[in-house]
């Protein structure tokens, strides 16, 4: 009785494991796996088997014997029985009415995560033209998965439904061998999982392409009399001379790959026969002094040709592949292709990112897949130290350690942006135009607000409005740099026509005083200034002005210095006043000391690079800045201001419970907001509360703190005002 055998029979195995390929991937897990870690693959497969029962495949087979394959195929890598696990689970949550909580309950979050990654993969839909996207789409399915296994597992799937393809129709077939090529190679290819990569590729050619596949397969065919005897010879020949040096080795030739042969021809432009004329051998050793030697003996054996060297052992390829490569002539002028590699390196060489598995067999060592993926990347870190593909390895990063999200156009184009973008980074990466007048976005369909943080794969629409501008409040939540300059610079060139208005107004002002107007000037006046002061235009100066960086009285008399006949001296006081007209948002600003409201008797103060702020004349502040008359000026308040003010109000109330709620009702029944509330000093019977609220101006105030006074409790209302 075999140990296979022993085994099963320890186990009741239902009829179900025999026929669908589960015996052979028991046997394979028997050789690297505890019994008690198979036991959950078991219960897995019964699970899923369950599931699963009744559905049959395309090939007849029923569905269970896919998830199998799946596993079986993980299982040649070697890899963790939460892996094998997932895989039988695989297409569960997708295919059947169980929920991935189930999974959860019976196998664990891990196991369970590893298969809604799955799920989510199957979900993104090719939907755009492959060629150009693969890359994006790529990296977009790398950066979903998080965890580097559930790519593996997704590309065992894939391998598993192209060795089976067959049964599909013939536009299908075509369909998703140009996607294996495009997408699911290419990604085995970077993650080094040579056995895997290979077979997609052969399998995806040969379904997109049948008739050159068959072209290629018959033209090696045709010689392979002649091959085999030849790889015999030579495999011989290298196997004698390494024996009697007394080098431990193991000697093979190597077979073709039909896709790889097809590339080759397309690449160098070489007929079938070029390419199929060469021989591949490969020698495996036990450390890598040895190869140097082995190699030694090759080229004695055979001549080397000149400058075909390579040694990926000193300097490794980009996804960390370590091997030499040598090519000789062999009998008969034969060209030989001889790599000769380590045992190490032969399994990375097949196995890549995966052979991070076969090595970490200790058991009571968990570590975690992300940091097993780490270890694989910092190594590959170590060999490209001084080769240039650094892009390469750049994009590896953000795949294993995801900081960036893949969303779709409409369109189906794929725009990367970092993680935490929200829509209006999304219409900011579109086109600037889209991001400035951007109104609402819908994210898969649904309409979302602006402010939706996007995930992986999907999609995103904006919608636009001729007029619409930028909103100051994006500033908030826009991550990309992008948008963030886009509406600093919408912000900013608003301030700079307020400025230049307000300039224009404040410099109108301060010519009343010499009884002159900015219409009357000559242009010469003006054009002398602006030289003099290094300003292009009379707008620079205004908002110069404005923005309280010039001020307008010195402005003025400069302007009017050679006007004899309107000289300055003329101390007449400015009858005008300059009107606030509560719109000036981005120059005017109201002083946090004594809360101005329209109604109130005010001064404004010029302070530079803040614009006018505005006081009331009985601010405490106001003695400071007297002392520098030229940066005050007289403004009043237009008639008929539309907008909400801050004041503060200061409430002496008893001491009652609900005290600072009824007070709190009275301000919002006067129609007023409270934006902060804050108990200010308490005496054992009576409370000073400060309350921070929104007025239209004095009048309404007025009525506010009429109505809190009104109040039986309270003592005092008054406002605020700095001393
Ligand atoms: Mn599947």
Redesign the pocket.
């Known amino acids: 009785m075999d140990t296979a055998a022993t085994f099963l029979g320890r186990l009741p195995l239902g009829r179900g494991w025999n026929l669908d390929g589960a015996r052979g991937l028991l046997n394979k897990l028997r050789t690297y796996l505890p019994a008690e870690q198979i036991a959950t693959v078991r219960r897995a497969y019964e699970f899923g088997a369950k599931a699963h029962s009744g559905q049959i495949r395309k090939s007849g087979e029923p569905y269970i014997s896919?998830?199998v394959a799946?596993a079986s195929i993980l299982a040649d890598l070697q890899l963790d029985y939460q892996s094998i696990t997932a895989a039988i689970l695989?297409?569960v949550v997708e295919d059947t009415p169980t929920a991935i909580e189930h999974i959860v309950l019976e196998f664990g979050e891990e196991v369970a995560e590893l298969v809604d990654g799955v799920s989510k993969l199957d979900q993104i839909q090719f939907k755009s033209k492959a060629e150009a996207q693969a890359e994006s789409l790529r990296k977009m399915m790398l950066a979903m998965a998080r965890d580097v296994r559930v790519i593996l597992l997704k590309l065992a799937?894939r391998l598993?439904?192209m060795r089976t393809l067959g049964s599909m129709p013939a536009d299908k077939r075509r369909r998703i061998a140009r996607e294996t090529l495009d997408i699911y190679a290419p990604m085995a290819n970077r993650l080094g999982i040579n056995d895997i990569r290979l077979e997609l590729e052969d399998l995806g050619f040969r379904n997109l392409y049948p008739h050159r596949y068959q072209v290629i397969e018959k033209g090696l065919k045709s010689q392979l009399g002649g091959q085999k005897r030849m790889l015999k010879r030579v495999t011989n020949k290298l196997r004698k001379v390494l024996l009697e040096h007394h080098v431990q080795a193991e000697v093979t030739g190597r077979e073709k790959h039909i896709y790889s042969v097809y590339q080759k021809m397309k690449r160098k432009e070489v007929s079938l026969e070029d390419v199929a004329d060469v021989f591949g051998f490969r020698i495996v050793v036990d450390d890598a002094d040895m190869c140097y030697r082995v190699l030694g003996h090759v080229h004695r054996t055979y001549r080397p040709m000149l400058g075909r060297f390579k040694d990926y052992i000193a300097i490794p390829r980009v996804n960390g592949y370590q091997s030499l490569h040598t090519m000789a002539v062999g009998p008969n002028a034969i060209p030989l292709e001889v790599q000769i590699r380590t045992r190490d390196m032969d399994n990375f060489a097949n196995s890549g990112i995966a052979a991070h598995w076969l090595y970490k067999t200790d058991q009571s060592e968990e570590v975690a897949p992300q940091v097993r993926a780490r270890a694989w990347l910092s190594g590959l870190e170590d060999y490209q130290a001084d080769s240039n593909s650094e892009e390469f390895l750049e994009s590896v990063k953000i795949d294993l350690f995801p900081d960036k999200v893949y969303v779709f156009t409409p369109r189906g184009d794929i725009l990367r942006l970092p993680r935490g973008s929200t829509p209006v980074d999304f219409a900011y990466a579109v086109h600037t135009d889209v991001g400035n007048r951007c109104v609402s976005a819908r994210v898969d369909r649904r309409r979302m607000p602006l402010r939706t943080v996007l995930t992986n794969g999907q999609t995103v629409t904006i919608k636009t409005e001729r007029g619409a501008h930028p909103n100051p409040g994006w500033m908030n939540f826009v991550v990309t740099a992008k948008a963030r300059a886009a509406i600093r610079g919408y912000l900013k060139q608003l301030r700079s026509e307020d400025a230049v208005k307000m300039g224009r107004r404040l410099l109108e002002y301060a010519l009343v005083e010499f009884k002159a107007k900015i219409r009357h000037l000559k242009p010469e006046q003006m054009t002398e200034l602006l030289g003099s002061m290094g300003l292009e235009s009379r707008d620079s100066l205004y908002e110069q002005i404005g923005l309280g960086h010039q001020l307008a009285p010195i402005v003025a008399r400069r302007l009017l210095s050679r006007n004899d006949e309107l000289a300055a001296g003329d101390s007449e006081s400015n009858s005008t006043e300059l009107s606030i007209t509560g719109t000036q948002d981005m120059v005017v600003s109201y002083a946090k000391c004594c809360y101005p409201v329209p109604g109130d008797s005010v001064m404004g103060h010029l302070s530079s690079g803040r614009g006018l702020v505005i006081h009331r004349q009985q601010c405490g502040n106001l003695a400071e800045f007297r002392k520098q008359p030229d940066k005050w000026i007289d403004v009043s308040w237009e008639a008929g201001i539309e907008s909400q003010f801050m004041v503060a109000i200061q409430v002496e109330a008893l001491d009652k419970v609900g005290a600072l709620a009824s007070v709190a009702t009275r301000i919002s029944n006067a129609g007023s907001n409270i934006d902060h509330v804050e108990v200010v000093d308490t005496d054992g019977d009576a409370s000073s509360l400060r309350f921070s609220i929104r007025v239209k101006d004095a009048d309404h105030l007025r009525r506010v703190m009429k109505q809190i006074d009104g109040m039986p409790d309270v003592l005092v209302v008054e406002r605020v005002i700095a001393s």
Do not use: L, R
Request: aromatic content about 0%; cysteine-free; hydrophobic content about 10%.
């Open positions: 896919h998830p799946v695989h297409d799937d598993h439904n």
